[in-house]
């Protein structure tokens, strides 16, 4: 009784006295402590624990992957003893075959790769031609002997390995593995996966015989820049084939200078500038040639207004974008063929109308007193229309530019495109006008008027029927107000019933408007045509201002000859869009292998773009990278006659008559002298004097078949060195994966 009296004060003392809280209050914090111990442990546990599972995992499938890499390894030594095999084979037994030798070489590496693949059960190159898209079963076995872990090498669940060859202009030949899986279960019974296919292109190696090699014999000159010619009309003459790799300007014909060119092909990735007062004549070499370029433009130089410019084409010529005359008092000379091949970038009716002038073929007479003689041409094509160039507010030019209804335009034809006085607003009353009178009130009276306009509305963008043009010049800043038409359709239909008078345009008086005598008089100080009367305009896109002039020069009444181009529905005729792309297709492989047959073929491009933009020179034919010290050899026969001379300059050279023969050249050259042989450079080549360059298609053939057996000069050759043939980091890049996928199984 005692006791628990004793232990009743206690309790009674531990609940109501200071004593008895604080002791609670211990209880409870070390309870509190201990649950948070025990919380953080926990969580520090479960961490550790993942942390510990993520490494395994990540372990794993590093593990993993590195089985998949021993496989690509291995299968890129089959690839490159394959390559080997095929590329001496190639050069052994191929030399003279007609075949592309790239082609050979292609089914040869396929073939002896699928050969591996199968486990050595034969399968042919015409196994490769025949199956394209085909899956063919391949050994699993060859594949796992690759790695030091072949169970894991498996395939996808329900398939078998195999392989299947493709073939495509961009690509070429390929080799795809399909269906193969790596599925990894390490010590610790951790898993991981990939699924891939792997992919074998064909490197792109150069050969002996490769057709770029054979066909240099033909060429004077092929340099990865400029041709220049500045003789002060003393006169310069190439005989042979010319190459130009300059985007910009290709062929420069400086002012007062005379060139005359016998060319069986003349190739340029840019444009043909011939300056005031130059003659230049472009022929072929016993009778038409064939022209390669992306413009000839008729350029002013300096301020003498009494130069005359003369420009004569007795070839098939095939113009990327236009012939373009700016210069006064010029003439051009029209003969053989003339291809003006493109209507847009891609020349392709169903990616819609084409807005950008550089990827539209017109004929641009911009300069005074021009003579356009046609007399000689057979055959004319403009596949485009001419554009005027808009400037936006800021005077900056924008990327699209303003529409016409022609394929040749002069000028002063650019009147018929303007917004007419009568919709322009009687506070401003003339077109064009100074930038501050056009307000937004003017825009807006403007835009109504056209759309109310009974002659025009038809004709015009219903929700943007004008276009604004500024321009800055000395005399002061202005605004032109041009037509914006609904399509090209319209823009043709307008511009053919403007000068028939069908479209009757008021000044702002209120008068009817001559349009053909207003059209002929404002033209006759730009153009003149001797005689039209040979000259057949046939498949032209759109009404050509040429078949208009020559009403300029007949008696009144005589017909308009009408337009084929475009079918019935108002689109382009998809047979004549074709030649285009057939026609722009050949330009793209001359201007990489100078062979119709070296472009690339790809539905979705026609036009040198970045990724194929490789200078052919340093690209194709020299290793500028094997160029030590400048080198020379006279190379003679074996019973001693003299065959020529091979020249291997670092740097530029002024060349002199001791240079003809085979002159490389890692610079710039300029020539002082005549010259018979070949010039490949990787710089421009500048001509002065009055001198001859001619090529030699035997000695320069000669002297190639003497350097493929010299290993001193054979290795400034990529068909002759094989260093690209052995390059195993090019070969590495052609081995790769697709359709990765982790953990699918």
């Known amino acids: ?132 898209g085909t899956a063919v079963t391949c050994s699993l076995d060859v594949v796992k002997k690759l790695t ?36 990894y279960t390490d010590d610790t019974d951790y898993r991981s996966s990939i699924q891939s296919d792997i992919v074998f292109q064909v490197p792109d190696y150069k050969f002996e015989g490769d057709s770029t090699l054979n066909e240099i014999k033909n060429y004077i000159v092929i340099n990865d820049d400029q041709l220049k010619v500045q003789n002060a009309n003393i006169g310069t003459q190439f005989i042979g084939n010319v190459y130009t790799g300059n985007k910009d300007t290709g062929i420069d014909i400086g002012t007062q200078s005379l060139v005359n060119f016998n060319s069986k092909t003349i190739i340029s990735r840019g444009n043909l500038d011939a300056y005031t007062g130059s003659v230049l004549n472009l022929n072929g070499e016993s009778g038409i040639g064939d022209l390669w370029l992306q413009n000839i433009r008729l350029l002013k130089y300096g301020s003498d207004s009494s130069l005359e410019t003369k420009v004569t084409l ?29 209507y847009n970038e891609q020349n392709d009716s169903s990616r819609g109308e084409g807005l950008n002038s550089e990827y539209s073929s017109a004929i641009l007479v911009n300069g005074l007193n021009t003579t356009l003689n046609a007399n000689s041409l057979d055959k004319m094509i403009l596949a485009g229309r001419a554009f005027v160039s808009q400037n936006k507010s800021d005077y900056t030019s924008t990327t699209t530019n303003i529409l016409t209804g022609e394929s040749l335009s002069i000028k002063s034809n650019q009147l018929a495109y303007l917004v007419p006085d009568s919709c322009i607003p009687e506070s401003v009353d003339h077109n064009p006008m100074a930038i501050p009178e056009l307000t937004a009130t003017v825009e807006s009276d403007v835009k109504a008027n056209l759309l109310s306009n009974a002659a025009l509305k038809d004709y015009l963008n219903p929700a943007k029927p004008y276009i604004a043009n500024y321009i800055h010049g000395a005399s002061g800043d202005y605004v032109y107000l041009f037509l914006n038409f609904a399509s090209e359709a319209k823009a043709n239909e307008y511009f053919k019933d403007y000068y028939t008078g069908v479209v009757e345009i008021k000044d702002e008086s209120g008068n009817i408007i001559e349009n053909q005598s207003k059209l002929k008089e404002r033209a006759q100080s730009f153009l003149s045509v001797p005689d039209m009367g040979k000259t057949k305009f046939s498949g032209n896109l759109c009404l050509i201002a040429a078949n208009i002039v020559y009403n300029y020069e007949a008696s009144a009444g005589s017909s308009i000859q009408s337009s084929n181009y475009y079918n019935s529905s108002g689109a382009p005729r998809e047979n004549l869009l074709q030649d285009g792309r057939k026609i722009a297709m050949d330009y793209l492989g001359k201007c990489k292998t100078l062979l119709s047959s070296g472009g690339t073929g790809r539905d979705t491009n ?22 030590g010290s400048t080198v020379f050899k006279d190379y003679s026969d074996k019973d001693g006659n003299p065959i020529g001379r091979v020249t291997v300059v670092n740097g530029d050279r002024n060349v002199t008559s001791a240079d003809s023969g085979l002159l490389i050249v890692k610079g710039d050259v300029t020539v002082d002298a005549d010259f018979k042989g070949l010039i490949l450079a990787s710089g421009k080549v500048t001509v002065t004097g009055n001198h001859k360059l001619e090529y030699d298609m035997i000695t320069v053939g000669n002297l190639l078949e003497e350097i493929k057996y010299d290993d001193e000069f054979a290795k400034y050759f990529y068909a002759f060195n094989g260093g690209l043939s052995q390059d195993t980091t090019e070969m590495n890049k052609c081995v790769f994966y697709q359709n990765w996928v982790k953990n699918a199984y």
Request: aromatic share 10%.
């Open 1 to 132: 009784m005692i006791k628990w009296l004793k232990n009743r004060k206690f309790y009674k003392n531990l609940f109501e006295g200071k004593e008895g809280a604080s002791f609670i209050s211990v209880i409870i914090g070390v309870t509190f402590l201990a649950t948070l111990g025990i919380t953080i442990l926990t969580i520090a546990t479960r961490y550790m624990s993942t942390v510990i599972v993520e490494k395994y995992s990540s372990d794993n499938f590093y593990q993993t992957e590195g089985i998949l890499e021993e496989v690509r390894t291995g299968l890129l030594e089959y690839a490159d003893t394959a390559s080997e095999t095929a590329y001496t084979d190639v050069l052994e037994n191929y030399t003279k075959e007609s075949e592309n030798m790239k082609d050979v070489y292609s089914k040869k590496y396929l073939s002896g790769l699928a050969t591996v693949l199968r486990g050595g059960m034969t399968y042919s190159e015409d196994d490769i031609k025949n199956n394209l």
């Open 314 to 342: 007795n070839e098939n010529a095939y113009i990327s974008n236009d012939l373009d005359i700016q210069d006064n008092n010029a003439t051009v000379n029209l003969g053989g063929k003339y291809y003006g091949y493109s």
């Open 148 to 183: 030091k872990k072949p169970d894991a090498v498996q395939t996808v669940p329900g398939t078998n390995l195999c392989f299947v060859t493709n073939y495509d202009d961009k690509t070429g030949y390929t080799l795809t593995i399909k269906n193969l899986l790596v599925d």
């Open 606 to 627: 026609i036009r040198l773009d970045d990724s194929l933009d490789l200078p052919l020179v340093s690209s194709r034919i020299i290793d500028f990278s094997k160029v």
